[in-house]
């Protein structure tokens, strides 16, 4: 199948049209213009790779409409909590994730030029958009990139059923002599909320297995789920899926790994307490916790030979014995530079539920854009 079938539902949009776009409608709400591009780059990177579920597809419902509630903090104010000459904590003051997130790798990635390595842990912070972005900019730098964060619960703790954990995904990425760097970038959850919000536009039927309900069976129900999901009446499985069977004790450990390292560090909330809701059902703030690590190679034997390497084995598995049928293997990374090379050259595919919400939003503010569906 070729790559834009896919999307035949679609239109497609100049990802420099979309990212201003974006752009604009943070600036309406408040936020500060630099800000809003750290913001709307980090949207529209994730557009560029082909990872819809968290590029313009969460500008409204994250950003814009938390901002309207008055639970996320247009401008960002960074307080540096503690520092040491490899370490660091900041404080997002529960203003824009992408903001504190951007400082908190450039922080790490400064450190670890000087003693080679880096970390720095963030505390009351919103999300951050794709954290594959972060550890991008480790890997622009010649350096390993790892990041994780917690989110608001929505995975059951294996045998349990129970939304206890957020999709809390591990991130690793490093350069490889290809055009591309490995970047691993998923949640420790079979799926996670973004990709049941682009079933739930596309009108399909969950997985079973993705989710279980209270009762321990699994749900396909996208729509409701959504609701559930918000109100503890379903949950997510770890990786791996329910039960020991097929180790999804391997995700749930995982997950709470990523907990652990994104509220104890720094002294943050976590687990239910990133819910978004008080006792009596009213929206507060998610004050999320990240972690970000960089990794300099040049300080172990070079980054020429990792590179190398690293290329190598990426080549190796990609042309090790395929399963019958099987037309590729894929290595992570591989995918979203696939997605990069078609898309730089037709821009972002926008569902008909986005576009309506493009509209919505411009004619809200009185932007000036006429879109490409319009004419």
Same mark, same amino acid.
Request: proline letters at 5%.
């Given at each position: 199948m070729a790559y834009q079938d896919q999307y035949k539902e679609c239109e497609w949009i100049d990802f420099e049209v979309l990212e201003s776009f974006m752009k604009d409608c943070l600036v309406k709400s408040g936020v500060p213009e630099d800000d809003a591009k750290i913001v709307s780059d980090v949207l529209i990177e994730s557009?560029?790779?082909?990872?819809?579920?968290? #590029?313009?597809?969460?500008?409204?419902p994250i950003y814009i409409d938390r901002i309207d509630w008055g639970i996320l903090n247009p401008e960002t104010k960074v307080d540096i909590v503690k520092e040491t000459a490899t370490t660091a904590v900041l404080d997002g003051n529960n203003g824009m994730g992408h903001v504190v997130s951007k400082q908190a790798m450039q922080t790490a990635i400064d450190k670890a030029k000087e003693n080679g390595m880096g970390m720095v842990a963030v505390r009351n912070?919103?999300?951050?958009?794709?954290?594959?972005?972060?550890?991008?900019?480790?890997?622009?730098?010649?350096?390993?990139?790892?990041?994780?964060?917690?989110?608001?619960?929505?995975?059951?703790?294996?045998?349990?059923?129970?939304?206890?954990?957020?999709?809390?995904?591990?991130?690793?990425?490093?350069?490889?002599?290809?055009?591309?760097?490995? %970047?691993?970038d998923c949640a420790t959850s079979v799926t996670q909320r973004g990709?049941?919000?682009?079933?739930?536009?596309?009108?399909?039927?969950?997985?079973?297995g993705w989710v279980i309900g209270r009762n321990g069976k699994t749900r396909t129900d996208t729509d409701q789920v959504l609701v559930d999901l918000t109100k503890g009446q379903a949950a997510l499985a770890p990786l791996g899926g329910l039960g020991?069977?097929?180790? #999804?004790?391997?995700?749930?450990?995982?997950?709470?790994? %990523?907990? %652990?390292?994104?509220?104890?560090?720094?002294?943050?909330?976590?687990?239910?307490?990133?819910?978004g809701f008080d006792e009596d059902g009213k929206r507060i703030p998610y004050p999320l916790g990240h972690f970000f690590i960089a990794i300099n190679i040049d300080a172990f034997l070079g980054i020429d030979l990792f590179r190398?390497?690293?290329?190598?084995?990426?080549?190796?598995?990609?042309?090790?014995?395929?399963?019958?049928?099987?037309?590729?293997?894929?290595?992570? #990374?591989?995918?979203?530079?696939?997605?990069?090379?078609?898309?730089?050259?037709? #821009?972002?595919?926008?569902?008909?539920?986005l576009r309506n919400q493009m509209v919505e939003m411009r004619d809200r503010w009185g932007l000036d854009y006429s879109f490409p569906w319009e004419d």
């Open positions: 557009d560029k790779r082909g990872i819809d579920s968290h #590029g313009i597809g969460r500008l409204k912070s919103t999300h951050y958009g794709i954290a594959g972005y972060y550890s991008l900019m480790a890997c622009d730098n010649g350096m390993i990139g790892i990041t994780g964060t917690n989110a608001r619960p929505s995975i059951a703790p294996t045998f349990g059923v129970e939304n206890m954990l957020g999709t809390n995904p591990l991130t690793i990425g490093f350069p490889t002599d290809e055009e591309f760097p490995f %970047v691993l990709k049941i919000e682009m079933y739930s536009r596309m009108g399909k039927e969950l997985t079973p020991e069977d097929t180790a #999804g004790f391997k995700g749930f450990g995982y997950s709470t790994v %990523v907990e %652990v390292l994104s509220a104890a560090l720094q002294g943050g909330s976590f687990l239910k307490d990133l819910n190398k390497i690293a290329g190598s084995i990426m080549r190796d598995l990609r042309n090790s014995e395929k399963a019958p049928g099987a037309e590729r293997i894929y290595t992570a #990374g591989e995918k979203e530079h696939i997605a990069w090379e078609y898309r730089k050259e037709h #821009g972002c595919p926008v569902p008909k539920v």
